[in-house]
């Protein structure tokens, strides 16, 4: 892994199982000091689950992994709580409490984290909410908001506590192109304006374009490059390009594997006729 003073996040030959089944098989990455990094992959690929390890939520197999220059193997429970902290997650569906405003929404973590007062905590969702241009809306109920306005209320609550690192688990599902790339905007100006740094899981192709410094592709659970838009565009890698090109990969069937999967028996070659 290339070793870089400015990281936030150094992963190193990260494995992890369900079960028997292997999910990750030797990932090594690093994410750098006010970079976006974007993950992508083809369903199944363990993307989701690798952003599942960065947030620190996913027990791994083996490897290593430091956040912020922490090892996060080596932390107390109040560390890792401490640590968490400074992250925050602009979840797929929002994730908003429908029993709750907007507001509440987002001071949900001042008030679980913080010891400031009422006033205090009115005045930074309201900052937050003008960020995403929210201002005003913060009185509304989450079924009163539109698709991407619940996009943008998650990013508000997931910056609130001025984070260190945004994870965002496919910012621009659901959402139609025009808000999409408003959103891909606001993504671009978080980075810039709370200078951090952000890790975006997408399959939205248009969209990693926009926004990646660098991205990481992955393919059934190894990585397969990582690399800047362009080095990403021009891969001669044929996985990356049927990816990119959405070209289903034509792959011979394994009679013996196909029959083992059927019958959960493993079957022996005298057995075939």
Known sequence: MNKHANNVIEVEDLVTHYGDREILKG??????????????GGSGSGKSTL????????TKTSGTMRILGQDIDNLTQRDFFDLRKKIGVAFQGGALFSSMTVGENVMLPLYEHTDLDQM?????????LEVVELGG???????????????????????VMDPKILFCDEPSAGLDPVVASALDDLILLL?????????????????AFKIADRIT???KGHILMVGTVDEVKNSTNERVYNLLNR?????????DEYLQRLTGVEVKEETIL
């Not at 205090?120 to 937050?128: A, C, P, V």
């Not at 070209?247 to 009679?255: I, L, Q, R, S």
């Open 217 to 219: 592709v992955l393919d």
């Open 247 to 255: 070209v289903p990969e034509d792959e011979n069937m394994d009679m």
């Open 51 to 58: 952003l599942r390890h960065l947030m620190a939520l996913e």
């Open 27 to 40: 990932v090594t990455l690093d994410v750098h000091d006010g970079e976006i990094m974007v993950i992508m």
């Open 191 to 207: 980075r810039d304006a709370m200078q951090m740094s952000i890790v975006v899981v997408t399959h939205e192709l248009e969209s």
């Open 137 to 159: 809306f913060e009185d509304l109920k989450p079924s009163e908001l539109s698709g991407g306005m619940i996009k943008r209320a998650a990013f508000a609550r997931a910056i």
């Open 120 to 128: 205090t905590m009115e005045i930074m969702i309201r900052m937050k």
